[in-house]
């Protein structure tokens, strides 16, 4: 059963620009390679691979997570029987895996993957420079989201963080730790956001601002002493920089 996210994938019109702004901001290094849609970029953080990006021109920028499941077809039909779309049905990447495009009851659009090497490939050390830092689900009534995501990825509630006239910030993720947490939106749109660590926050803020970028919510106190931000790419695609300050 798939409990998180393995993978991140920018998609934006703008390749280029943006592997210089996230090269710059979070101090990923990138590799050119090639997809089944043509040329692709593959992420670093130091040596390990942590996302890829994706040039179209016609769609808007933004990031996707992709949940690692072991079977993508089975999973897919769940996400369709639970009131929930498939975008791109299954398809293999040669040597890579397969994959398959859906969404939730609300639109929230992620990635369904299961990789072709019989062992997972690394993943950075918890929190360290360029790695995930959160996964955070803004919705039209949180309760419902959660409640087709958790039978389908084996997910649990875990702390729940009163916001005021926000509402909950409910926390989420397998039995053994949070991975991220779910609330209700403030705006129309409803979708996932994918915090990055960095290790000065400030300095990651102003080289946001540098970029063209912009900061539309923070620096914010999370639990543990970290802070964090919402940013915007100056392509438009929506994340968020976890760390310390100073």
Same mark, same amino acid.
């Given at each position: 059963?798939?409990?998180?996210? +393995?993978?991140?994938?920018?998609?934006?019109?703008?390749?280029?620009?943006?592997?210089?702004?996230?090269?710059?901001? !979070?101090?990923?290094?990138?590799?050119?390679?090639?997809?089944?849609?043509?040329?692709?970029?593959?992420?670093?953080?130091?040596? !390990?691979? !942590?996302?890829?990006?994706?040039?179209?021109?016609? !769609?808007?920028?933004?990031?996707?997570?992709?949940?690692?499941?072991?079977? +993508?077809?089975?999973?897919?039909?769940?996400?369709?029987?639970?009131?929930?779309?498939?975008?791109?049905?299954? %398809?293999?990447?040669?040597?890579?895996? &397969?994959?398959?495009?859906?969404?939730?009851?609300?639109?929230?659009?992620?990635?369904?993957?299961?990789?072709?090497?019989?062992?997972? @490939?690394? &993943?950075? %050390?918890?929190?360290?420079?360029?790695?995930?830092?959160?996964?955070?689900?803004?919705?039209?009534?949180?309760?419902?989201?959660?409640?087709?995501?958790?039978?389908?990825?084996?997910?649990?509630?875990?702390?729940?963080?009163?916001?005021?006239?926000?509402? +909950?910030?409910?926390?989420?993720?397998? %039995?053994?730790?949070?991975?991220?947490?779910?609330?209700?939106?403030?705006? @129309?749109?409803?979708?996932?956001?994918?915090?990055?660590?960095?290790?000065?926050?400030?300095?990651?803020?102003? &080289?946001?601002?540098?970029?063209?970028?912009?900061?539309?919510?923070?620096?914010?106190?999370?639990?543990?002493?970290?802070?964090?931000?919402?940013? +915007?790419?100056?392509?438009?695609?929506?994340?968020?920089?976890?760390?310390? &300050?100073?």
């Amino acid at each position: 059963m798939a409990s998180d996210f +393995v993978w991140f994938e920018l998609v934006t019109p703008d390749a280029a620009a943006a592997e210089a702004f996230y090269k710059a901001v !979070v101090g990923w290094t990138a590799e050119a390679s090639s997809g089944p849609n043509g040329p692709y970029t593959i992420f670093k953080a130091g040596d !390990v691979p !942590v996302g890829g990006m994706l040039e179209m021109k016609d !769609v808007p920028a933004g990031w996707l997570g992709y949940l690692g499941v072991d079977d +993508v077809d089975a999973f897919a039909a769940k996400v369709e029987a639970a009131g929930g779309a498939i975008h791109k049905a299954p %398809q293999d990447i040669p040597d890579v895996g &397969r994959f398959a495009v859906v969404a939730d009851p609300q639109g929230a659009m992620f990635i369904l993957f299961r990789g072709s090497l019989d062992a997972p @490939p690394p &993943r950075p %050390q918890q929190m360290s420079p360029g790695s995930l830092g959160w996964s955070e689900l803004n919705a039209a009534g949180w309760e419902k989201a959660f409640d087709f995501y958790a039978p389908l990825f084996g997910w649990v509630k875990h702390d729940a963080v009163p916001m005021g006239e926000m509402g +909950v910030y409910q926390t989420f993720g397998p %039995q053994a730790a949070a991975i991220g947490g779910m609330c209700d939106s403030q705006g @129309p749109g409803h979708s996932w956001l994918y915090y990055f660590c960095v290790e000065n926050l400030d300095a990651a803020i102003e &080289r946001v601002k540098t970029g063209g970028g912009q900061i539309q919510l923070g620096p914010m106190e999370v639990p543990g002493g970290a802070f964090v931000v919402n940013a +915007v790419d100056p392509q438009g695609g929506l994340f968020a920089l976890l760390g310390m &300050r100073g």
